[in-house]
């Protein structure tokens, strides 16, 4: 009986702390602007916060289908975790940056990562509101390095013209076209103009693009830490379970 008191009431309370933190990592995902996995990871967090509370009602009062039923969207949970985590990897599994000699920042091209993520950022509904959202939090007004190193993937391409184009620096967010500038198709999307820079061009599309794949092998990496855990949460409370029937609930507490 004390095996299993303490597996149920251990499993419980550790599932619902442990569901603030994935609700955590859900808000600090919407603070980014691409978007994706922000809502689903507050929606996993919040149906394991309610589930968490119906496990603890049931095994504090005494109502054994609640905590069955809590075991039961415990592994449902766990099978999407294990979904997702899989999607996040395969999504990400390519990509990498080019170094550019001098500079603190690489170059990325969107044509490296998976299908699914080009599509994505190449959706025109979808970047209007990624644009929108980048504008909006001034990822360019803390530029003010001359030399231009050590710019975020995001600076390097939404705050500044192309390497191809051979603008001439002026300032930060100021370029002036020379005689020798690209016919690059980003070139001609450059403007000075604080609201449009290069939030139109294809190298922003690039940077975000590796800046959603940073955000997802973080999330990938909690997730793995995730289905850890539920699944030691799961066996702990399997075992509580085990041999128990209704009649032991009453005993519990007299």
Same mark, same amino acid.
């Given at each position: 009986?004390?095996?299993?008191?303490?597996?149920?009431?251990?499993?419980?309370?550790?599932?619902?702390?442990?569901?603030?933190?994935?609700?955590?990592?859900?808000?600090?995902?919407?603070?980014?602007?691409?978007?994706?996995?922000?809502? #689903?990871?507050?929606?996993?967090?919040?149906? +394991? #916060?309610?589930?968490?509370?119906?496990?603890?009602?049931?095994?504090?009062?005494?109502?054994?289908?609640?905590?069955?039923?809590?075991?039961?969207?415990?592994?449902?949970?766990?099978?999407?975790?294990?979904?997702?985590?899989?999607?996040?990897?395969?999504?990400?599994?390519?990509?990498?940056?080019?170094? +550019?000699?001098?500079?603190?920042?690489?170059?990325?091209?969107?044509?490296?990562?998976?299908?699914?993520?080009?599509?994505?950022?190449?959706?025109?509904?979808?970047?209007?509101?990624?644009?929108?959202?980048?504008?909006?939090?001034?990822?360019?007004?803390?530029?003010?390095?001359?030399?231009?190193?050590?710019?975020?993937?995001?600076?390097?391409?939404?705050?500044?013209?192309?390497?191809?184009?051979?603008?001439?620096?002026?300032?930060?967010?100021?370029?002036?076209?020379?005689?020798?500038?690209?016919?690059?198709?980003?070139?001609?999307?450059?403007?000075?103009?604080?609201?449009?820079?290069?939030?139109?061009?294809?190298?922003?599309?690039?940077?975000?693009?590796?800046?959603?794949? #940073?955000?997802?092998?973080?999330?990938?990496?909690?997730?793995?830490?995730?289905?850890?855990?539920?699944?030691?949460?799961?066996?702990?409370?399997? +075992?509580?379970?085990?041999?128990?029937?209704?009649?032991?609930?009453?005993?519990?507490?007299?």
């Amino acid at each position: 009986m004390v095996r299993f008191s303490f597996a149920i009431a251990a499993s419980t309370i550790y599932t619902f702390m442990f569901s603030a933190l994935i609700f955590h990592t859900g808000l600090w995902l919407s603070s980014e602007c691409e978007g994706f996995l922000d809502k #689903t990871v507050i929606a996993l967090g919040a149906i +394991l #916060t309610i589930i968490s509370i119906a496990g603890i009602i049931g095994f504090r009062c005494g109502v054994p289908w609640l905590v069955r039923m809590y075991l039961v969207v415990t592994f449902v949970l766990i099978v999407l975790l294990v979904c997702l985590t899989i999607f996040t990897f395969a999504v990400t599994n390519k990509g990498f940056g080019e170094s +550019l000699s001098g500079r603190g920042y690489k170059e990325y091209k969107l044509g490296d990562y998976g299908n699914w993520l080009q599509n994505r950022v190449n959706n025109n509904e979808n970047w209007r509101k990624i644009s929108s959202c980048l504008q909006d939090k001034e990822v360019c007004k803390s530029i003010t390095n001359a030399e231009l190193l050590g710019l975020t993937p995001i600076q390097s391409g939404c705050c500044k013209p192309s390497e191809l184009c051979n603008f001439r620096y002026v300032s930060p967010g100021n370029w002036t076209k020379t005689a020798e500038a690209s016919s690059d198709t980003d070139c001609a999307f450059w403007d000075n103009d604080p609201s449009i820079l290069c939030f139109n061009c294809q190298s922003c599309k690039d940077k975000l693009s590796e800046n959603m794949k #940073t955000d997802w092998i973080v999330v990938s990496i909690f997730n793995v830490l995730s289905i850890v855990f539920l699944i030691v949460v799961y066996c702990l409370l399997c +075992l509580g379970m085990t041999g128990a029937d209704d009649d032991s609930w009453s005993k519990i507490y007299p």
